[in-house]
Nanobody
């Protein structure tokens, strides 16, 4: 079992950037596929990006493709989500998730979740 905690959220103007971090404790993340999801008020949780165990393969939702980069540093037990050219519709709580399975965009495939970090983009 792995515990993860997100950080780096905040309030930013449209067009700005943020880098979210997901730090794992007590267990190495090198055995896990990692992902970011987000949930806006009144909406379902949606997939943002995922990265395989080695970091050699990444997947993105169309809504963030070209504007976001997921990466990982297994030595630091941390996963990152760099978000650029932020839009008001990116406003949501962003969650880090981990799974022992292969990369997936389905929230149900991820067993381990953080508490989330709020990202608010003002217009």
């Amino acid at each position: 079992q792995v515990q993860v905690e997100e950080s780096g959220g905040g309030l930013v103007q449209a067009g700005g950037s943020l880098r979210l971090s997901c730090a794992a404790s007590e267990r190495s993340i090198s055995s896990y596929t990692m992902a970011w999801f987000r949930q806006a008020p009144g909406k379902e949780r949606e997939f943002v990006a995922s990265i395989n165990r080695s970091g050699s393969s990444t997947y993105y939702a169309d809504s963030v493709k070209g504007r976001s980069t997921i990466s990982r540093d297994n030595a630091k037990n941390t996963v990152y989500l760099q978000m650029n050219t932020l839009k008001p519709e990116d406003t949501a709580v962003y969650y880090c998730a981990a799974t022992i399975r292969a990369a997936s965009s389905r929230a149900a495939d991820y067993a381990y979740w953080g508490q989330g970090t709020q990202v608010t983009v003002s217009s």
